[in-house]
C-alpha cells in the first residue's frame, strides 16, 4: 500500500512541474533610459520577431512605444530580457526600490484603455529603464501619459 502512495505522490509531483516559460525579450534603442509601453493587437501594429527557442522578440522604438499586432501575452517578470543592440543586458528588478545608479528595468505592469467608452479594449504593458536617481521622475510621467494619444503615433 505504501508503494501505491509513493507512486501516486510521484506520478503527481512529476505532472505538476512548469513548463519553462517563453521569455520575452526586449531590444531597446543604444543608451535608452525612459517609459517603455507595447500596446497589443493593434492592427497597423508591427509584427513580432521569435528566436529559434521560440522566445518573443519585441524590438522597441527610439520613443519607447511598440505597436504590435501580437494578441496580449503576458509574463512572469523573471522571464523577460531587457537589452540595448550592442548585447547588453539591463538586469530587471520588480521592485524599483532596489534599483541602484546603474541603469535597471523595473516596475512592469500590464493595463487596458478603451477608445470608446463601450469598445474594445486595448491592452497594453509598461516598464521603466532608468537608475535610481531618475526611477520617481519617470515613474510620475508614466503615470501621467497620455497613452490613446500614443496610439495614434
Not at 14 to 26: A, D, F, L
Not at 110 to 123: A, D, H, M, R, S
Amino acid at each position: 500500500m505504501k508503494t501505491i502512495y509513493l507512486l501516486l505522490f510521484l506520478i503527481l509531483n512529476i505532472s505538476c512541474v512548469p513548463k519553462e516559460s517563453i521569455k520575452h525579450i526586449y531590444i531597446l534603442p543604444e543608451n535608452f533610459q525612459g517609459v517603455v509601453v507595447i500596446f497589443y493587437d493593434q492592427k497597423d501594429g508591427e509584427n513580432i520577431e521569435y528566436t529559434k527557442d521560440g522566445n518573443i522578440i519585441f524590438k522597441i522604438g527610439a520613443n519607447g512605444i511598440l505597436k504590435t499586432k501580437m494578441e496580449f501575452t503576458p509574463t512572469d517578470a523573471k522571464n523577460n530580457e531587457f537589452w540595448y543592440p550592442e548585447k547588453k543586458l539591463i538586469p530587471y528588478r520588480q521592485d524599483v526600490g532596489l534599483l541602484n545608479d546603474s541603469i535597471s528595468a523595473g516596475g512592469l505592469h500590464y493595463g487596458k484603455l478603451y477608445k470608446e467608452l463601450n469598445g474594445t479594449p486595448v491592452l497594453f504593458e509598461m516598464t521603466y529603464i532608468s537608475n535610481k536617481q531618475n526611477i520617481d521622475s519617470l515613474a510620475n510621467a508614466g503615470e501621467s501619459m497620455n497613452l490613446l494619444s500614443l496610439l495614434h503615433l
